[in-house]
């Protein structure tokens, strides 16, 4: 199975409703950034990612949100299902190497 | 299938001994990386390999090493091991540098006893 931090904030949502999960980050150098979904007992997911040029971005049920000024990141899902259940890790790259620097996860619960 | 493919999935050792991991990136990928995923550390960037070479370090102990290989699958040695190198992990590839989409393995679960 996973291995994930103890601690995990958890955003528990009803199916079909929408999630917001939301993730602050460190480095104001920081310029490309990348949403991971993490089932149990599997590797990072690529969700969507976005760059520091632009404030919003949208993929197949998904919108990414960047907010420079507050080192805020967050992302929506429309229309929770249940294979959305996981936990969520946003990831930073500064442009050194390509090397992500992750977020603590968010376990997103979505109830039927 | 993300594409990129780890072995072994499962290791139980013991302290002490030494272990090796092994990653194939996905076809066409010459960047590898290698991440720990602990349950007090979070995920932890360990090193980026690119075409052969070294490109980045991040945390990786003294203990561990890794080197890509001319035909670009790379391995990651851990020696010495301790009951706190337990974790899980994973192998990433993308085809370049900053800014390719980076594709995670399955992972390697390591149980130190």
């Known amino acids: 199975g996973e291995s994930v931090g103890l601690h995990l904030p958890t955003l528990s949502v009803q199916e079909g409703d929408n999630s917001i999960i939301n993730c602050a980050y460190s480095n104001s150098a920081s310029d490309y950034f990348i949403w991971y979904k993490q089932e149990s007992g599997k590797g990072p997911q690529f969700i969507i990612d976005i760059r520091s040029n632009m404030d919003k971005r949208q993929g197949q049920r998904v919108t990414v949100l960047l907010n420079k000024t507050v080192k805020h990141l967050s992302l929506q899902i429309a229309a929770t299902q249940p294979g959305d259940s996981a936990v969520y890790f946003c990831a930073e790259n500064n442009n050194a190497g390509n090397m992500l620097t992750f977020g603590g996860g968010t376990r997103l619960m979505v109830k039927p | ?113």
């Open chain 2, 1 to 113: 299938d993300s594409g990129v493919t780890q072995t072994p999935k499962h290791l139980i050792t013991a302290t002490g001994q030494r272990v090796t991991l092994r990653c194939s990136p996905r076809s066409g990928d010459l960047s590898v990386y290698w991440y720990q995923q602990s349950l007090d550390q979070g995920l932890q960037f360990l090193i980026q390999y690119y075409n052969g070479e070294e490109r980045a370090k991040g945390n990786i102990l003294e203990r561990f090493s890794a080197q890509q290989f001319p035909d670009l699958h790379s391995e990651l040695n851990l020696s010495s091991l301790e009951l706190g190198d337990s974790a899980l992990y994973f192998c990433a590839s993308s085809v370049g540098g900053f800014g390719n989409t980076i594709y995670f393995g399955e992972g390697s679960w390591l149980t130190v006893v």
